[in-house]
C-alpha cells in the first residue's frame, strides 16, 4: 500500500487516472476494514470537471460492497478528481 500522506505532501496534482484506481482501492479497504456499510461519489465540485458517470452517482448512498473504483470505466476526463466519502458524514 502507498503511503498517501507523503504522496499528497508532495503535491503531486492531479492524480493519474492509474493512481486514483491505487488510492481509490486503498481507501475502500480501509473503509471497509472499520465497518463502513454506505458511501457516496462526491463530485471535485468544479463545473464541467465531473464526468457524467460521476454526476449519476452524485448524492447516492451506495452499499460498499458495490463501491466503484474511480475513474469510471467510461470517465471521458484526462484526470478524475472525484472522491469516495462515507454516506451519512456530508
Given at each position: 500500500?502507498?503511503?498517501?500522506?507523503?504522496?499528497?505532501?508532495?503535491?503531486?496534482?492531479?492524480?493519474?487516472r492509474d493512481v486514483v484506481t491505487e488510492y481509490t482501492q486503498d481507501r475502500l479497504e480501509k473503509l471497509r476494514s472499520v465497518g463502513i456499510e454506505f458511501?457516496?461519489?462526491?463530485?471535485?465540485?468544479?463545473?464541467?470537471?465531473?464526468?457524467?458517470?460521476?454526476?449519476?452517482?452524485?448524492?447516492?448512498?451506495?452499499?460498499?460492497?458495490?463501491?466503484?473504483?474511480?475513474?469510471?470505466?467510461?470517465?471521458?476526463?484526462?484526470?478524475?478528481?472525484?472522491?469516495?466519502?462515507?454516506?451519512?458524514?456530508?
Open positions: 500500500m502507498r503511503d498517501w500522506d507523503e504522496y499528497f505532501a508532495n503535491g503531486e496534482f492531479p492524480m493519474p458511501v457516496r461519489v462526491h463530485g471535485c465540485g468544479l463545473e464541467g470537471e465531473d464526468c457524467d458517470g460521476c454526476l449519476g452517482l452524485k448524492g447516492k448512498a451506495i452499499p460498499i460492497a458495490e463501491a466503484p473504483n474511480l475513474p469510471l470505466p467510461d470517465c471521458d476526463k484526462e484526470f478524475c478528481k472525484c472522491i469516495l466519502v462515507v454516506a451519512g458524514l456530508e
